[in-house]
């Protein structure tokens, strides 16, 4: 089907408009949720085969053994990137297909995939951006403690040089982590994620050495590279907001923005944890494992912030029943909805708090350019007998959400590019394969990719803005 799609108000046709014939458009994916072939060619189980494989944690008992099977097609799959106009790709590598127990020597055949991607790529005129950590931490090293441990760190640091060395002559942009917040929080305090741990405690030292991983990466990779390369880290952001002008409201917003956001930004980009952020935890009885040093190897500089971004809250310090402090005796921060549409996900469509966002990023840390590395939105679609999905949600979304970007543009945000999440339907994590983000209808039975009208709204809004 090659019918030109337009389905954007005259507002946000307008905004999109304003985006320069140099911004950059791209889609993404990550390995776990896509590749398969989980025992194949060397590559050592994850945590998340682990966790896949623990009853009760993924609904109706699913993994990513399988998944898209881009493992085997990953050609066409590149073809498939090519018919969509974008010029970037963002894939994340998995380490445990590097190394099985996040140690040694690389696996040849895991490098040797990636390779052969990264020219795929290169001779369909797309470049790639490799994400080195997606969340697919070889189980071995969880074993050993995982990233509430220090020398994960350095595991890390090892393993993406083991990737840099490999790829460097041809790969440009460098991701080291990919929303540290989920890896940290779902993974060992709220335990929605693998490894599946509930222990605030673990989860902030995770945060820190989530950090001083990128840090170290980042300090190794610029020294060894031989060409201009571009090194950044991916977090995911929404605006924390106020539910009211109440005191106790005002403090859950700033405890939410603290630990969502600024617990990251600010080392990253400031060398420093945020203070208030560090008294409240004192409170609790935590402290972060900063040892001298790390906070100049975290803010080692960057040169591009990647921004996932999928909704916004607002929080109350009071909950339903009046109560200021959890059954821990923490204060509360309660998520309060606004009362808009939402997607598959339950989340709240929000994209003026995409463009707040944007503006405050480049407000409050100014000199880092942005690209949008996640925007994308679940529906429940509904395929044809073709496999087609006439997903006008999805279309919709991308469009407010495009828009919403070129409007921050228009506040002074230098945001220079934009990734739709995600390429094509895949295992979404916890939700198994019940939940759709791809432009691309996957049939997991047959694995036929078929593009949906948001890939085909997409391919002709990149022509429209580069034609112009």
Known sequence: MDTTVTLESA??????????????????TSAYQIEGAHEEDGRGPSIWDTYCRTPGMVEGGENGDVAC???????ADVELIRSLGVDLYRFSVS????QATGRGPANAAGLDFYDRLVDELLRSGVDPWVTLYHWDLPQALEDA???PARDTAYRFADYAMLVFDRLQ???RTWTTLNEPWCSAMLGYYEGRQAPGRRNFADAMEAVHHLLLGHGLAAQRMRAAATEPIELGITLNMGTAMAASESLADQEAARRADGLGARIYLDPLLRGQYPGDILDDLSVRGVKLPVVDGDLAIISEPIDVLGVNYYSSHRFAGVDAQGRTEDADGNPISEPVPFGRPVTAMDWEIIPEGFTELLVRLSREY???PLVITENGAAFDDVADPSGFVADQDRTAYLSSHIAAVAAARQQGAD???YFAW????????SYGYAKRFGLVHVDYETQVRTPKQSALWYRDTIRKVRGR
């Open 145 to 147: 403690g995982g990233w």
């Open 415 to 417: 945001v220079r590019g």
């Open 422 to 429: 995600s390429l094509m339907d895949n295992f979404e994590w």
């Open 69 to 75: 099977d881009h493992y085997h097609r990953m050609p």
């Open 366 to 368: 100014p000199g880092v």
């Open 169 to 171: 002559d041809r790969v």
């Open 11 to 28: 507002e946000e046709a307008a905004l999109i408009a304003s985006l320069p014939t140099e911004f950059r458009w791209g889609v993404a």
């Open 95 to 98: 380490w445990p297909r590097i």
